[in-house]
């Protein structure tokens, strides 16, 4: 299993920026994919997910209404598009998989695989 997390970046506060996290070896039917996020030193922590046969989507209400999860089947590919970017929004970003029986979706510890992290830097 492979993620590969890309999209990273410098932006200014009220800027956009597009992350891809492409996937491969999964049977994705099966699993939730998120997108978690890390300050140094503290928790890693829950930014978003979907459910990759039905497509439905979760939300942190830190970023509801800015983030947007999506996911291209064709492409084995999840998305999250971050629109009104703060600098409280500067973290090292994670995509992962999860396959349900666990802790929830909502835990990074039960996540079974992720991706190497793409760091988000947003200046005010």
């Known amino acids: 299993v492979q993620l590969q997390a890309s999209g990273g970046g410098l932006v200014q506060a009220g800027g956009s920026l597009r992350l891809s996290c492409a996937a491969s070896?999964?049977?994705?039917?099966?699993?939730?994919m998120g997108w978690f996020r890390q300050v140094s030193g503290k928790e890693r922590e829950f930014v978003a997910a979907?459910?990759?046969?039905?497509?439905?989507?979760y939300y942190a209400g830190s970023v509801k209404g800015r983030f947007t999860i999506s996911r291209d089947s064709a492409k084995n590919t999840v998305f999250l598009q971050m629109n009104s970017l703060k600098p409280e929004d500067t973290a090292v970003y994670y995509c992962?998989?999860?396959?349900?029986?666990?802790?929830?979706?909502?835990?990074?510890?039960?996540?079974?695989?992720w991706g190497q992290g793409t760091q988000v830097t947003v200046s005010s």
């Open positions: 992962a998989a999860y396959r349900p029986g666990g802790a929830g979706f909502l835990n990074h510890k039960a996540y079974d695989y």
């Open positions: 979907i459910h990759w046969s039905s497509g439905s989507t």
């Open positions: 070896g999964l049977t994705f039917s099966s699993y939730y």
